[in-house]
């Protein structure tokens, strides 16, 4: 495992720059309407940073996910009985420049973080979105936050970019950060995304297996995974806690994603 981890590293040390070049390249070659001026009157990210957490460089879109992301957040936590508005700690793992953290400025007494990868996308955040706070993580924990700090944590769109290992091991790290009771909500790849696979590709999911793209490159958007249901309820619910619900292509800002609201288990 240690040996297969290094080679993944390695690797990505040659082509994770590489993808990150391409990503800059698209942004700047990509067609953009007239840029509108964000309703919440904060910044709004470069184009690269923006291509790199919506896929394209329309800030249109950008802020509109955002939005719809943490209404879909917002919803899930309501149906759980609880509200965003009354919880004391928030953390976005996998924040990018800011999508979804961006939603949070006018929560009243609720500290906000977040971390990512990505040295760039976190300094862009520390600059301009001064109501929350900021860290980087590498690809593997530890995260920089005491045990307990967090009522919620969401990662969107995140475990959709990790091997299996990798998955396992945030999901321990998660439960650490997350208080016991709290909540953790993530999205993955569901029966929705099934038309992208190749037969063999199919056939695996359907055995309840995880289908993996491109593991070499983690944390990027190369690296492309695949959930049955199954596997997330057997593999990586159990990493510390309990299955609240599943809403299946319920992840509005990140269309046709599976939601999970998981509760920390005491």
Known sequence: ?????????????????AYRG???VRAAQLPRGPEPAAADGLPVPPPHLIVRVAGTPDVAWFLESGRLAADSIRE???????????LAAILDFGCGCGRVVRNWADLDGTRVAGSDLSGAAVEWCRENLPFAGFATNELVPPLAFADDSFDLAYALSVFTHLPEAMQLDWMSELARVVRPGGFLLLTTHGERYLERLG???RARFARGELVVRWAEVPGSNLCTTFHPLSWVRERLVPRGFEEVEVVPEGARGNPYQDLFLLRRAA
């Open 199 to 201: 037969d063999e590709e």
């Open 76 to 86: 899930a936590v309501a149906r759980a009985g609880s509200s965003v508005d009354d």
């Open 22 to 24: 391409y990503e800059r």
């Open 1 to 17: 495992m240690k040996h297969t981890l290094l080679r993944a590293l390695n690797r990505v040390r040659l082509l994770g720059p």
